[in-house]
């Protein structure tokens, strides 16, 4: 705060504030030096900046998102949350849950049990169902376990 004073002092007198002043190179290079680190600490605010930006065009994309598919005028916003009528969550809760359910479902019809060399039933769940590689495929557990198959101990 020192230097400022005395720099502005100078200004405002000499109308330069290098007028009357000598530099050393040290004192050139730790001026030069301060000013890289200055703009370095710049291009990184930029930047920041930039990922603050784009972080809030993708929140309120995701508002705009909420509000369009459920418009009510109990809505209240508070900063980034968007707070939901009781009727707004269950109907949430619901197509989550239909959703995941649905998943399962798929994943189970998607995926064979497989009955190995050994004759072990590794179902999609086992630890060792993608390391077995020779196995007699299935479509269900209870159908690998009637062809002679066992569960894992």
């Known amino acids: 705060m020192k230097k400022f004073i005395i720099l502005a002092s100078l200004i405002l007198s000499t109308g330069s504030a290098f007028a009357?002043?000598?530099?050393?190179?040290?004192?050139?290079?730790?001026?030069e030096a301060h000013i890289i680190?200055?703009?370095?600490?710049i291009i990184k605010l930029t930047e920041e900046k930039q990922i603050q930006a784009n972080a809030l065009k993708k929140l309120t994309k995701?508002?705009?998102?909420?509000?369009?598919?459920?418009?009510?005028?109990?809505d209240v916003l508070i900063k980034t949350n968007v707070v939901l009528s009781e009727a707004q969550v269950e109907k949430i809760r619901k197509i989550v849950s239909e959703e995941v359910l649905n998943k399962k479902e798929e994943v189970k019809k998607s995926q064979i049990v497989k009955m190995?060399?050994?004759?072990?039933?590794?179902?999609?769940?086992?630890?060792?169902?993608?390391?077995?590689?020779?196995?007699?495929?299935?479509?269900?557990?209870?159908a690998c376990l009637?062809?002679?198959g066992r569960n894992p101990k």
């Open 37 to 41: 680190t200055l703009d370095n600490q």
């Open 146 to 148: 009637n062809a002679g």
């Open 20 to 31: 009357d002043v000598t530099l050393t190179t040290a004192e050139v290079e730790k001026i």
């Open 62 to 74: 995701e508002l705009n998102l909420l509000k369009a598919e459920f418009p009510t005028s109990t």
């Open 116 to 142: 190995s060399k050994s004759g072990i039933c590794h179902t999609p769940f086992s630890s060792y169902y993608t390391r077995t590689k020779n196995f007699t495929p299935f479509n269900s557990l209870t």
